[in-house]
């Protein structure tokens, strides 16, 4: 017969790490709240989809196979991390739906084989960053592709940084006004303290650290949810194009 007090720690585990799943409420309420409704799907069922793999996992219930909850819970956990840096990009939906494709065929390689490897966690980190820097790029291609440059221009540039820096001084006034850096700052220590959780989980230890895994991603991500900013449609985009015009039209005129 179990003792009574471990029986006792086991259903205090047991709460702590299916309970650790409601911080998903964060990230999906403000997703819902920006109206980025496949966000808030997502989030929602990563936290219902954990909670139901642990209550199988402590053996309190299973409402699918172990095997099915245990993919739904690690695939869906990527994909909440890798969709909140994508999240922060202003890309267009066809470009979104893209990379979110990519990432789900990729995550769901991840998540049926070996899942628990540690090094999962960094690879899904990296991932996100990959998708938010691409993200990024074809932002500034499309930008580029706006700016109407001459043959004679565009050897002026070459030959004067000026225009270069100009543009640089622009693109990071534009990345202030997009973000909210204390939340951009919140959410990088709140996804470092969730990668050094996934790194000290042991055997024993387990249910504290998972359950602190939980609270911190779920955190991470609603700061990086609250730190993109609202910037009115165009904003962003006419201040570079403008300076960069009379840059330009300044550094061709001292050309002659």
């Known amino acids: 017969m179990e003792h009574p007090c471990h029986l006792e720690g086991h259903i205090v585990q047991s709460i702590f790490l299916i309970a650790s799943n409601a911080a998903a409420i964060l990230p999906a309420y403000w997703a819902l709240r920006q109206k980025a409704f496949a966000e808030w799907v997502l989030f929602t069922c990563s936290g219902i989809s954990s909670g139901l793999y642990h209550a199988c996992d402590v053996g ?26 994508v999240y922060l990009t202003t890309i267009n939906e066809v470009h979104k739906r893209a990379i979110h494709t990519t990432v789900a065929i990729f995550t769901a390689l991840l998540a049926i084989t070996k899942a ?46 000026k225009d270069i820096r100009v543009w640089v001084l622009n693109l990071v006034k534009t990345l202030k006004k997009r973000f909210r850096w204390g939340f951009m700052t919140a959410g990088f220590i709140a996804l470092v303290m969730a990668g050094v959780s996934w790194k000290l989980e042991t055997t024993e230890s387990y249910w504290i650290w998972h359950s602190l895994w939980h609270v911190t991603i779920y955190t991470s991500s609603f700061f990086f949810l609250c730190s993109k900013a609202t910037v009115a449609d165009g904003e962003d985009e006419r201040l570079p194009e403008r300076n960069y015009e009379l840059a330009r039209q300044d550094s061709f005129s001292g050309g002659h």
């Open 60 to 85: 309190t219930w299973c409402a699918l196979s172990f095997g099915v909850l245990q993919f739904m819970d690690f695939w869906l956990s990527f994909m909440a991390v890798v969709s909140t840096f």
């Open 116 to 161: 628990t490897r540690s090094s999962n966690i960094i690879l899904v980190m990296a991932i996100g960053v990959l998708g938010l820097l691409v993200g990024w790029l074809i932002e500034i291609s499309t930008k580029f592709r706006r700016f109407s440059f001459s043959s004679e221009a565009l050897l002026n540039m070459v030959n004067r940084w």
